[in-house]
């Protein structure tokens, strides 16, 4: 069989990120549990707000093309989001919008939704570790007709949540994250 191949996507630009850096440590985590990991950034894939018009004229941009071509060359997907104002930031809502618009031949629009694992994590200086950008996100990746795992993580107090190794300090947390990422893996090779 196959490696497993996970991709981790961090729904944050901002340098010194806080969910970059647990993409980093989840990415960490899942390789750990046996799956081959690749970890982006939206960076190297800017996308104009979606923008009908724009479409119509242009087609679906070249940079979304080539990300929706990425998730389809992995079998499961980790997104980790900031939570803005109790949501997703405009950043993931737009990068899935465009996603969900590429249609390669042969296939139905957005189809890289349909055949594939997600799970959704996020990190916040917050008491609520972005659970509510969670909720959303979920919703979002529903209605694209995803199968997003029930376990979720969400890290409160994300700023302080690293010992000097970059280890999560509390250990719940460390169990809760492991516990993720094999479900995800779990679930990605029952659907491959
Ligand atoms: C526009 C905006 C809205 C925000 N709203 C929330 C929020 O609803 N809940 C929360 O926990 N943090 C909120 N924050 C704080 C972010 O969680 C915090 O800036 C976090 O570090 C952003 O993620 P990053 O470090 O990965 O860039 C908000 C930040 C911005 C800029």
């Known amino acids: ?7 981790v996507i961090p729904g944050s630009l901002r340098t010194g990120s806080l969910n970059a850096r647990l993409a980093a440590v989840a990415a960490h985590e899942l390789a750990r549990s046996g799956a081959e ?9 800017p996308l104009p707000i979606y923008d009908g018009d724009l479409q ?4 679906v941009p070249k940079h979304a093309v080539n990300l929706k071509r990425m998730m389809a060359a992995h079998h499961g997907v980790l997104i980790v989001t900031p939570e803005h104002n109790s949501s997703v930031p405009a950043l993931v809502k737009n ?11 042969h296939e139905i629009r ?8 997600f799970a959704v994590a996020s990190a916040s200086s917050g008491r609520l570790g972005g659970v509510r950008a969670l909720a959303a996100l979920r919703l979002i990746l529903s209605a694209c007709h995803a199968t997003v795992i029930a376990d979720q993580f ?4 994300a700023n302080e949540a ?16 492991k ?13 491959m």
């Open 37 to 45: 990991v690749t970890r982006i950034s939206l960076a190297d894939f």
């Open 179 to 191: 516990a993720m990422a094999r479900q995800l893996i779990d679930i990605s090779q029952r659907m």
């Open 110 to 117: 957005g189809q890289v939704f349909r055949e594939r694992a």
């Open 162 to 177: 690293y010992d000097e190794m970059d280890h999560l300090k509390n250990a719940a947390d460390a169990e809760a994250l």
């Open 95 to 105: 990068t899935i919008d465009w996603l969900s618009r590429v249609q390669d031949a």
């Open 154 to 157: 969400a890290l409160p107090f």
């Open 1 to 7: 069989m196959s490696a497993l191949k996970i991709l």
């Open 56 to 59: 119509a004229k242009s087609g």
